[in-house]
């Protein structure tokens, strides 16, 4: 039961935060929004759009083979994989649960990515069974919605951060590729992933 309540108090906070943000960005505004008019606002902030039927249209099954750098010095690691991709929540984010190999062992993840209407902006988040901690991400899409680049940081073992760019293409209904780049510690960035996926016919 405390547990609904916490629930229900973060999510009536994020409204609030939601709406409070909207009404100050709009300049012309010169009352008061009634509750009424903020449920409006929050309704159609709440109401998935373009990029989430962009999204919707890649649900189902996928295979997927990965290059993965270790060390830009040395060949890649070759491997193969599945995805299942499904949205959640009547329409509003992806899913996908990923199974395959990663530093030569198996590995299961799932990568949530949604498109926030208020923020204007993908955010995404990672987990996977080679850590406990969640990974995310958040990006901009190209005009056409099918590029869209990703940026992040994690902490690293020794101390400091890791950050990341990663550009996720949807090249049509059946093929999407993912490409991930690296810097450690400020250092120069490398390339760390490639993955293509096809869909299963």
């Known amino acids: 039961m405390r547990y609904i309540q916490l629930q229900f108090i973060f999510t009536a906070f994020y409204v609030l935060l939601a709406i409070s943000a909207a009404i100050a960005d709009d300049k012309h505004s010169d009352k008061q929004m009634d509750p009424r008019e903020m449920m409006e606002v929050y309704t159609k902030l709440a109401t998935p759009g373009k990029p989430h039927e962009l999204m919707a249209s890649l649900t189902g099954s996928w295979t997927t083979k990965t290059k993965e750098w270790m060390d830009p010095q040395k060949p890649f690691i070759e491997s193969t994989g599945t995805a299942d991709i499904k949205m959640l929540l009547d329409g509003r984010y992806l899913q996908q649960e990923i199974t395959g190999t990663m530093h030569e062992k198996p590995f299961s993840a799932i990568w949530t990515i949604g498109y926030d209407n208020l923020l204007k902006q993908y955010v995404s988040t990672w987990i996977s069974t080679m850590s406990t901690g969640v990974f995310m991400m958040d990006g901009t899409a190209s005009e056409d919605g099918k590029i869209i680049t990703f940026k992040g940081q994690h902490a690293e073992v020794g101390g400091g951060q890791m950050t990341h760019r990663a550009i996720w293409k949807i090249i049509d209904s059946n093929s ?15 390339k760390m992933l490639e993955t293509t996926y096809s869909r299963k016919q």
Request: net charge negative; proline share 0%; hydrophobic share 25%.
């Open 176 to 190: 999407q590729e993912f490409v991930m780049y690296g810097t450690h510690h400020g250092g120069q960035e490398m």
